[in-house]
């Protein structure tokens, strides 16, 4: 007998927030007779609610995701857990102490090539693995910002190039070689100020400071040994190197390429060298229709890994254990950054 489906909250449908609006959302998206709140609370307490799911900005993120640990819910929310490590540690020490399960959006584990990388180094076709190099650009937070991305501009906020591009990209390099033994850090704001751009993506006249980074340069040692050099950069890069990864071992390379930075979204494409100068281009499963801009699929295995689907292909569960994870070693890249050292995070 197939067990019962679990029944989720989503905390994100509507971007107003009311019951209204979540009616309104309902009905867009098809969703027939569905139960409508117009705060978490009244999700996080409904008895017929097995699992709360938060996707909004993360500013919003500790508010909304706090009541639903406290009913004893399992949750999900996307990355980053939180604004700060401070926040961070409540609520995973509080999903903790009530036992449920969790979910974090850091899904670029998931993305197929990320998956055929590891495996690749894994396997040992690299050899020892001696270091590895990425270069990318963030796509937005730099000169200009939409409207609808305001909130990324304070850096208390926690929603900026380097906790989001950044952190789901550095994400994926310790999924694959290790977490990092001791890092240095770097980070500029170049753009102080930015225009801000409408829907149509033409300046609608006002401008927004900004505090958080724009430029972020990272150097360091896994703790394997292999040494780590990353360089993010906010918006597109004008000679069209949106996204390169090199991976080296003493047996061999990998090389990762995608049109933007953003490889939860984005899915690179993959080769291999050979130390006799042989290339490889290594044939990896399509990640949904992310070229015609639906990006669900890395999400969407995310979820099935969740329910123990798909564990035995790579796919791989990630909790608000390995957000707190990530939440320190970005915590250590500010701290590396301020006083100018090299810092540790486990």
């Known amino acids: 007998m197939s067990p019962a489906p679990k029944k989720i909250g989503l905390i994100g449908l509507s971007a107003k927030g009311s019951k209204h609006s979540a009616e309104t959302a309902a009905k867009q998206f098809s969703l027939g007779s569905v139960a409508t709140y117009d705060n978490p609370i009244s999700i996080a307490n409904d008895p017929n609610v097995d699992i709360v799911a938060v996707s909004v900005n993360v500013p919003e993120h500790y508010d909304l995701i706090k009541p639903a640990l406290e009913a004893g819910k399992d949750t999900f929310a996307e990355w980053p857990l939180a604004r700060n490590l401070k926040d961070a540690e409540e609520l995973t020490s509080l999903a903790k102490s009530k036992g449920v399960r969790t979910l974090i959006g850091l899904q670029a584990r998931q993305n197929p090539t990320v998956i055929k990388a590891k495996q690749m180094v894994e396997s040992g076709k690299l050899g020892k693995i001696i270091g590895t190099d990425i270069y990318a650009h963030g796509f937005f937070f730099g000169p200009v910002v939409p409207e609808n991305l305001l909130y990324s501009t304070p850096i208390e906020n926690g929603a900026n190039l380097l906790t989001i591009p ?61 040494n780590v050099d990353v360089t993010f950069a906010s918006g597109a890069s004008r000679t069209g190197r949106n996204f390169y990864w090199e991976i080296n071992g003493t047996e061999g390379s990998l090389v990762m390429k995608a049109d933007m930075g953003i490889p939860q979204m984005y899915q690179p494409s993959l080769e291999y060298f050979d130390n006799e100068g042989k290339t490889e281009q290594v044939e990896v499963e399509k990640a949904g229709d992310f070229d015609k801009g639906d990006f669900s699929f890395n999400v969407g295995k995310a979820w099935e890994a969740w329910a123990g689907v798909g564990l035995d292909q790579g796919y ?30 486990l």
């Open 316 to 345: 791989s569960v990630t909790t608000f254990e390995d957000a707190l994870l990530r939440h320190k070693m970005i915590d250590a890249i500010y701290r590396s950054a301020e006083k100018g050292t090299r810092e540790r995070y």
């Open 166 to 226: 950044f952190g789901h990209t550095i994400d994926a390099l310790c999924f694959i070689l290790g977490e990092m033994d001791s890092l240095s850090a770097t980070l500029s704001n170049h753009y102080p100020e930015q225009t801000i751009i409408g829907a149509d993506g033409k300046p609608s006249g006002g401008k927004a400071n900004k505090t958080a980074h724009d430029y972020i340069s990272i150097t360091g040692t896994t703790i394997g040994g292999a």
